[in-house]
């Protein structure tokens, strides 16, 4: 403190000049020891604190882009750059098979809905659709007519080997944009050497959208979507149950019928074929779907035979929602064969559905379904 005083006394005993001059550097002094403190500490810890900053605030000084744009068939959310990816692919609906010696198939797991039904004496067959992910596909294999009805509905390019009289016919005279890997052939479809025929041709969504392309099939109308449940609708982990099991049985031969379990950890469904784990062989990891739908769909023997079927997907029947570990029973309607297909509840609403994988189980009328 007596340093202090003798530091102010010599102060006070200087010309005016010499204070003016020494306050000037005492200030210069100040204004740059401000600068550096804010440069070196505070302005870091700001720019910290805006990069842990919540989703939509500022982000590094730039707003941060919203998941705010839908995959329209299943509901999923991207940010828009991260659609333009994606959002002008040509949909491919293709026809995969389900024998027991196609197993395990490869691309089902990429694609974004998948529609499994009867195609004959009990052996089932898929329909899998792609707009968002590249992959491998197959084994591909025939087409049969009712699953032109569900194809359409996404203005999808239809991918087959072959088909059913009826199927080939329609495709025709409803102006299929028509990929028929009989008629096209190699490079867009190829036979794998690890299996054999008819169980062994594959493509991928890639050589199909450059084939398309030659001929002249581009992408079309918009795809009508389903609604969607918002994240804050759904169930919290614990307030979801530990376990829940779908069984279909179709016409109950055997090899075909299928379970999905529920995981409430991913709210999801997981596909086993005959109590086997299925898996797609691309990636080599259990195939998962957010909803499953349960259509039941009237049957009946096509003229053709070889234990071939037609089917009314036109009209109105009762239907089964599976999501969130539980269900919701109403009734499907679709008003045309290019309809959409709709799902309602026995209030009339139109059900929501979780943003995910899709699959769709199309049953006869008395088949054996079962959930617990």
């Given at each position: 403190m007596e340093y202090l005083g003798i530091l102010k006394k010599r102060f006070s005993n200087l010309p005016f000049s010499k204070k003016l001059f020494l306050g000037s550097i005492f200030i210069s002094l100040l204004v740059f020891s401000l600068w550096a403190g804010y440069n070196l500490g505070y302005k870091k810890l700001v720019i910290k604190d805006e990069a842990l900053s919540p989703r939509g605030t500022i982000v590094s000084?730039?707003?941060?882009?919203?998941?705010?744009?839908?995959?329209?068939?299943?509901?999923?959310l991207f940010k828009k750059s991260e659609a333009q990816a994606w959002i002008n692919n040509?949909?491919?609906a293709v026809m995969v098979e389900n024998h027991t010696q196609a197993r395990p198939q490869t691309g089902l797991s990429k694609a974004d809905i998948v529609y499994e039904a009867l195609a004959e004496g009990g052996i089932t067959r898929f329909?899998?659709?792609?707009?968002?992910?590249?992959?491998?596909?197959g084994p591909v294999r025939s087409a049969r007519s009712y699953y032109l009805d569900w194809a359409v509905e996404y203005d999808a390019a239809y991918v087959h080997?072959?088909?059913?009289p009826d199927a080939i016919s329609k495709i025709k005279t409803y102006g299929i944009k028509d990929l028929n890997g009989l008629t096209l052939g190699a490079p867009t479809f190829e036979r794998s050497k690890a299996?054999?025929?008819?169980?062994?041709v594959y493509t991928t969504t890639q050589k199909l959208r450059e084939r398309a392309s030659s001929k002249g099939i581009k992408k079309g109308s918009d795809i009508v979507s389903w609604k969607f449940l918002d994240e804050k609708n759904i169930p919290a982990r614990k307030d979801r149950p530990e376990t829940f099991l779908i069984k279909l049985d179709f016409k109950g031969?055997?090899?075909?019928?299928?379970?999905?379990?529920?995981?409430?950890?991913?709210?999801?469904?997981?596909?086993?074929?005959?109590?086997?784990?299925?898996i797609d062989n691309s990636t080599k990891l259990p195939i998962e779907a957010k909803t499953i739908i349960v259509q039941t769909v009237q049957n009946a023997p096509d003229p053709s035979g070889h234990s071939r079927l037609k089917m009314t997907t036109v009209g109105s029947n009762s239907v089964a929602v599976f999501e969130n570990g539980t269900f919701i029973e109403g009734s499907w309607k679709k008003d045309s064969r290019t309809a959409r297909?709709?799902?309602?509840?026995?209030?009339?609403?139109e059900i929501k559905l979780n943003r995910g994988k899709i699959w769709v189980e199309i049953i006869p009328p008395g088949s054996k379904f079962t959930h617990s």
């Open positions: 000084g730039k707003p941060e882009e919203p998941i705010d744009f839908p995959n329209p068939i299943n509901g999923v040509l949909p491919l329909l899998a659709v792609f707009l968002q992910e590249d992959t491998r596909i080997f072959g088909g059913s299996r054999s025929a008819p169980h062994n031969t055997f090899g075909y019928n299928v379970e999905w379990r529920y995981n409430a950890d991913t709210n999801s469904y997981f596909r086993f074929n005959a109590g086997t784990s299925a297909t709709l799902f309602y509840d026995r209030a009339g609403e």
